[in-house]
């Protein structure tokens, strides 16, 4: 079974623009979230999403939004990027909420 | 209210064993996890334990939970150069948090020869 996929792996933005990051959670697994890790922090809660609703928020800007799939892949979306969301984001994938959470790869986002 | 704290280095002779410690306030908590980050990559999910056990040990890992110190710790037994990396552990918070992840800042473990 493949784990959990996020892409791109790393991209480049300028200020002021939007960018969508990808998420596909392992087979069978409906909930997925998002992270977003700073360097030299732990990741911080951004949304969770079952069944294609969101369950949960961070706090985080109305810039950030999410939605979900029916085949249970995600999208984060940004908008009005600013040099601060620089970021690692994480996709974690579980069967169900409250089970064990796994994570991807994660997505460079590097804002000029 | 949330928050998980751990110490930031910890620095060990291969061979030795590696305790990393964490503490947490949230008493809802469901799960607790330690996941292990190598430099440029995810987080790999180690270990875990529910929050109504006391110890759970998993080959060279061992997890203890103290519930009433709200005290988490990871032991790795004849730590190895390959276990360099970030340590985080994390509370997973059940009912209206609906599992979301709580995070440490990562304890740095370093492996001399």
């Known amino acids: 079974d493949a784990g959990v996929t996020q892409s791109p792996t790393h991209l480049i933005k300028t200020r002021g623009q939007h960018v969508t990051l990808r998420c596909s959670p392992i087979?069978?697994?409906?909930?997925v979230s998002w992270y977003q890790q700073v360097l030299g922090q732990g990741p911080q809660f951004i949304f969770q999403?079952?069944?294609?609703?969101?369950?949960g928020r961070g706090n985080f800007p109305d810039r950030f939004s999410a939605r979900q799939f029916p085949n249970y892949s995600s999208e984060l979306n940004v908008n009005a990027l600013l040099l601060g969301d620089s970021a690692l984001y994480l996709c974690?994938?579980?069967?169900?909420?409250?089970?064990?959470?796994?994570f991807g790869q994660g997505t460079r986002l590097t804002v000029v | 209210g949330e928050d998980v704290e751990q110490s930031l280095f910890l620095s060990v002779r291969e061979g030795d064993s590696s305790v990393i410690n964490c503490t947490y306030t949230?008493?809802?908590?469901?799960?607790l996890y330690w996941y292990k980050q190598e430099p440029g990559a995810g987080l790999q999910l180690l270990t875990y334990?529910?929050?109504?056990?006391d110890m759970k040990q998993d080959q060279r890992l061992t997890v203890l939970l103290n519930k009433k110190d709200k005290h988490l710790s990871l032991r790795i037994a004849d730590t190895q150069t390959g276990d360099s990396a970030i340590y985080f552990c994390?509370?997973?918070?059940?009912?209206?948090?609906?599992?979301?992840?709580?995070f440490g800042q990562g304890t740095i473990l370093t492996v001399h020869p």
């Open positions: 994390a509370e997973s918070i059940g009912g209206t948090s609906y599992g979301k992840l709580t």
């Open positions: 087979s069978g697994h409906k909930s």
């Open positions: 974690a994938s579980r069967r169900t909420p409250t089970v064990l959470a796994f």
């Open positions: 949230d008493s809802s908590s469901t799960y």
């Open positions: 999403y079952y069944e294609k609703e969101e369950r």
């Open positions: 334990i529910f929050s109504n056990m």
